[in-house]
């Protein structure tokens, strides 16, 4: 569910807001939800859209929800993890677009 009580589905647009890094935040494609039929993951996979609508095609385009913290620094990924959990927020920002292009 996101932050209202929308629940979020493969193919939703959603927002990211609050996350501790800023690459975390943004507009992003739901490719694959818990129980779809081809995904076996407990979480969301997301993939970054620019602020044309368009799949990003840069190099790390693809996120997850709940915010997967990937820094190497322990500190910095306990801090990034609990912040993560106080503060950012997922919004459904439009339901059920296409995503031919993934």
Not at 23 to 52: I, M, Q, Y
């Amino acid at each position: 569910m996101d932050k209202n009580g929308k629940e979020i589905k493969t193919g939703d647009t959603v927002r990211i807001k609050g996350g501790y890094f800023k690459s975390d935040n943004g507009l992003f494609l739901v490719a694959h939800s818990p129980g779809d039929p081809d995904w076996l993951g407990g979480d969301w996979s997301l993939r970054r859209l620019k602020k044309n609508g368009k799949l990003s095609t840069r190099k790390h385009s693809m996120a997850f929800w709940p915010i997967f913290v990937t820094v190497s620094d322990r500190k910095k990924r306990i801090e990034a993890r609990e912040h993560n959990k106080k503060y950012a927020t997922i919004e459904v920002v439009t339901k059920g677009v296409l995503i031919n292009d993934i």
